[in-house]
């Protein structure tokens, strides 16, 4: 399966696309040139014709909703929504099936920590960049699964945990459930608009996670 993932300037989709190229043909994009050792594309993800050449053939998008914090809070909005839309518009124009957005469980810390928050409940975003980044990168996702122009997975992903092993959050997702679970959402028989919230198995786990574990066959790690 041929995969573009987005953001490749990000630790995140770094280490997507190590664990996904084992069994896909990865390409990665960003605004500005990166080192990697995947195919790399540069692209602005604009509403013009290099964006259509870059997802044509592709059989699934993974998009990060991860801005860059160096960027002003403009710019960092503009590629929440615009950049989204101008990859949705191409996605759906070059026939790709797939659409995996990445977002954040950070949209609902609105919510009391003795509350298990289900993918029903309603989004409670902050005015902070990243977060607002993250549920506007949503709303424009929903429109064009509602539509039916492409189908969306949209996993809403927890505290993530890369290095040394510490006290976790009870919401962490160490690196190697992330890539799990994206793995589950490219291959998912799902249509339309879909909301998972996707953690690792930690005490105290403050997500459910038995959405993804039933519709994607999403299985984290057991951990002692």
Known sequence: ??????????????????????????TLTDRTGVSTDHTFVQSELGHDET???????????????????????????????????????????????RFVYLSSLRILDGYGEDMVVRETWRPTPTTDTAVLCY?????????????????????????LEWDAPRAPSSAALYRDDAARAVSASVNAEISGWNVF???????????????????????????S
Do not use: W
């Open 51 to 97: 964006t259509n050449a870059l997802v044509r053939g592709m059989d699934a998008i993974v998009h990060s909703g991860e801005t860059d914090r160096n960027a002003s809070a403009t710019d960092r909005l503009d590629a929440a929504m615009r950049g989204t839309y101008n990859l949705l518009q191409a996605a759906a124009e070059e026939g790709v099936p």
């Open 197 to 223: 919230h996707i953690q690792s198995a930690v005490r105290d786990e403050r997500y459910t996670t038995l959405v993804a574990q039933e519709a994607l066959g999403y299985a984290p790690a057991q951990r």
């Open 1 to 26: 399966m041929k995969l573009l993932i987005t953001g490749a300037a990000s630790r995140l989709s770094r280490e997507l696309a190590d664990s996904l190229s084992g069994e896909h043909d990865v």
């Open 135 to 159: 549920h506007l990168g949503e709303f424009v996702s929903r429109e064009y699964a509602r539509e039916q122009k492409i189908d969306v997975a949209c996993l809403r992903l927890g505290d």
